[in-house]
């Protein structure tokens, strides 16, 4: 059925001039036929992307998006075999006749199917790989999520940080640095939405529930032009929508935590639920081992089919940190502490989807994140002290995004968006403000990308975005291009460059070994934004049985990155930070399979991160040489699975502490001259920990009870109990005094089960 004649507004009829007035004919040419439309699955009616879509035996065809749209524009009259595939379910295909100018619109449904051993079929990264220009992208999906072995559950960060080009600085921290980055130069989207303090527990943990993930992509450099405001790397995770056919859940109960997921139809759409808890705060809440620390979080989705072109849908995330601690003095030398500190994240949005015309899709994103920060500590004895420490952030943000496929060979994307962020951060005690800061910067970007075929071997994706940053009132100007050659059906080689910007920085120092979330500051006029530019170049070759082999050298410059001048080390010691410039290199080689009883990847990483402060140059404390990580998960039959983890890294840099000194002070509530025993740093960051290896393992069987689905699970962490070092430090209580070593994760088993109705 031919869509109706859409008025555009202004925008868009800018947007046709800049595309060349879109479709419109001139005289009495004949008018192009389309096919569009959506591909969801038959069994929850849930979009499938990067599906295949081609009419047999011509060169047209496409891929779905990310919500399962495509377009396949040109078409001359005549009949046609149109055909869909995906692994994982039944081909479709259905024989069309196109009339001159029509647009011929598709529902399609999917129906999954059980893949047979041996059974060759096209992966949707294949499709991808053929289609699109892609620098440093990996895509994982919830399954394969929860069959990496990890602590307690199933983990997003932990999971990431196994992939070639990522630092995990200790076992304790699911913190990312990735190719010589910092951990707040990377930006994380939750159905497109900035989530700032993405970890449970000082970074122990992720925020994100798996069970309500329907995919992540990553991208560790040279990423397009849609993403801004960071300076390594961008994760997006996209959530399920849910269910439009029928009522169904999962649950799961661990060591850690409880957690459940809902979903079910809705009139003219769908909705999910799911939440977490841990709860050793209520089970050893009367034990002499009372833990008084607990984290929760909820995130939902409701999608509204308003029409064919129309749909909204309505996201978000409630999550808190909560650590509630009380002492009473037992004797007179202690004191009585009340300690109340909660922390997390919020996020709501709204997003319509519009298809303007089949060759025109938009889609706008309103959107509000919020993380919060709030300790209140009152100590007494014959007195008292009540401190109180406040960091908030409030970001709302607006984006619009124009895809157009009206030309042949191109898929163009135009795009604005536009945030508010408020700042605050105080410190008091007992009601007097000892510090206070708020600031309210906005930023807005344009942007504007073409993904062309220039040759049937030969793919570019140029285009540029540019920012202006209130603060200062100034202007940047990003261009990026990803360039990929075929050499042959099964070779790529592929290249990018890019240029990026930050306006934002944590209150981090490199030397801190732990720290329990990121406390984010603007920067402000007085300093440039941090920089960096991106060199990629590699290669990807698909070998029989879907083996995939992929290789990529890089090359980061940075300028203008902020640290903390803990230590007067820059040229003007009273400066709040001191700025340094960087570099990073590294080659990363990696061989994956996705498909068949044995799945997962091989990955290794050679690197070097060095930055330069005046005089001083030094290696970051995740400078890492060497990496290696094997993730294998192998089908045993009968429902069984077993997974394993190998990691081994060279050794971290750190500052080595090669003496001690007297350090005198006037005590006036003593009237004495006191001194204690004080560390004297050596270089900064001039030695390195010894090697890290670690070996995980898991066991799950997958079965019925009661006629309930359930998958027990066994996981052993740091299965030979190998101790590897955390950080040295010198206990002063001795004498002599003593270098103590603090190591990391012992020998972990855990246990827990899924459930799913």
């Given amino acids: 059925m031919k869509a109706p004649p859409v008025k555009p507004p202004v925008l868009l009829l800018v947007l046709q001039l800049l595309l060349g007035v879109g479709g419109v004919q001139a005289g009495a040419e004949v008018k192009p036929a389309s096919i569009s439309g959506f591909v969801r699955d038959a069994t929850n009616s849930e979009p499938l992307p990067y599906a295949n879509v081609y009419l047999d035996g011509t060169r047209f065809g496409s891929l779905t998006s990310l919500r399962g749209y495509f377009v396949i524009p040109h078409l ?17 295909q259905r024989e069309l006749r196109l009339r001159a100018g029509q647009d011929t619109v ?28 892609q620098i440093s992208t990996t895509s994982l999906s919830m399954r394969q999520l929860q069959q990496v072995p990890t602590l307690a559950e199933a983990d997003v960060f932990r999971t990431l940080q196994l992939l070639p080009g990522v630092v995990s600085r200790s076992d304790f921290s699911s913190q990312l640095y990735v190719r010589g980055g910092s951990p ?80 079910g139809p809705i009139p003219a759409g769908s909705f999910l639920i799911a939440g977490r808890r841990t709860y050793f705060d209520q089970v050893f809440k009367k034990s002499d081992y009372a833990f008084p620390y607990y984290f929760y979080d909820f995130q939902g989705k409701i999608n509204l089919d308003l029409s064919h072109r129309h749909r909204l849908t309505f996201s978000g995330f409630y999550g808190d940190d909560v650590l509630d601690f009380s002492s009473e003095a037992e004797d007179e030398d202690e004191l009585d502490v009340d300690l109340d500190w909660v922390w997390g994240n919020r996020t709501t949005s709204l997003n319509w989807r519009y298809i303007i015309r089949p060759d025109l899709f938009a889609e706008t994103l309103l959107s509000h994140s919020r993380f919060k920060n709030r300790l209140s500590a009152v100590v007494s004895s014959s007195g008292s002290a009540n401190l109180a420490l406040n960091n908030e952030i409030d970001d709302y943000s607006a984006r619009t995004d124009f895809n157009y496929f009206g030309l042949s060979g191109h898929t163009i994307k135009l795009g604005g968006a536009y945030s508010d962020l408020d700042f605050t951060y105080g410190i008091s005690i007992n009601d007097y403000q000892l510090f206070s800061y708020s600031s309210r910067p906005a930023l807005f970007a344009l942007y504007a990308q073409d993904h062309w075929q220039l040759y049937p071997r030969l793919m570019l ?18 261009p990026r291009l990803g360039v990929q050659y075929q050499l042959t059906s099964n070779l790529a080689l592929k290249a990018s460059f890019g240029h990026y910007t930050q306006y934002l920085t944590t209150v981090a120092s490199g030397e801190q070994n732990f720290a329990l979330m990121d406390l984010w500051l603007p920067i402000n006029a007085s300093y440039d934004p941090q920089t960096a530019r991106h060199n990629v170049a590699g290669l990807e070759w698909w070998l029989p049985h879907e083996l995939i082999f992929t290789f990529e050298g890089y090359y980061k410059t940075f300028s203008g990155l902020l640290d903390l001048n803990e230590q007067g080390i820059a040229s003007d010691p009273t400066d709040d930070y001191f700025i340094a410039e960087g570099t990073a290199r ?37 400078d890492q040489r060497h990496a290696f ?22 050794g971290m ?17 003593e ?13 900064r960051n001039s030695a390195r920990y010894p090697l890290y290896h670690r070996m995980d393992l898991s066991l799950r069987k997958q079965g019925r009870l009661f006629g309930i689905s359930t998958s027990p699970y066994l996981q052993i962490i740091n299965l030979y109990n190998h101790k590897n070092v955390f950080f040295y430090f010198w206990d002063h209580d001795v004498n002599p005094s003593r270098l103590t070593t603090v190591t990391m994760f012992p020998l972990l088993p855990t246990v827990g089960v899924d459930f799913a109705f």
Wanted: glycine letters at 12%; aromatic letters at 12%; zero cysteines.
């Fill in 106 to 133: 598709l529902a399609i449904a999917l129906t999954p199917v059980a893949i047979q051993m041996g059974e060759v079929t096209r992966t949707a990264q294949r499709e991808r790989f053929e289609r699109e220009v």
């Fill in 586 to 622: 590294g080659v990363e080689l990696m061989v994956k399979r996705q498909t068949g009883n044995l799945q997962g990847w091989l990955g290794y990483t050679w690197s070097r991160t060095r930055r330069q402060s005046g005089m001083i140059s030094y290696y970051p404390k995740y």
């Fill in 671 to 683: 009237n004495a001259l006191k001194g204690e025993l004080t560390d004297r740093p050596g270089g």
């Fill in 461 to 478: 994706k140029a285009g540029a975005r540019a920012e202006h940053y209130s603060l200062g009132d100034r202007w940047f100007l990003s």
């Fill in 184 to 263: 707040d130069q990377n930006l994380v989207l939750l159905d497109g939405v900035s989530v700032y303090n993405p970890f449970h527990l000082g970074g122990v943990f992720s925020t994100f529930n798996v069970d309500a993930i329907k995919e992540l992509e990553f991208l560790s450099g040279g990423f397009p032009v849609e993403y801004g405001g960071r300076l390594s790397s961008v994760l997006s995770i996209t959530n399920r929508e849910g269910d439009a056919r029928s009522y169904g859940g999962v649950a799961s109960i661990s060591l850690l935590s409880a957690r459940a997921m809902v979903e």
């Fill in 653 to 669: 840099p750190y500052t080595p502490m090669p003496g001690k000194y007297m350090h005198y002070e006037w005590r006036l509530d």
């Fill in 76 to 92: 001359e009259e005549g009949r046609y075999l149109f055909t869909v595939s995906l692994l994982g379910y039944e081909r479709w």
């Fill in 629 to 650: 990580h094997l993730v294998l998960n192998y089908t045993l039959g009968r429902g069984w699975t077993l997974g394993t983890v190998f990691s081994y890294g060279s």
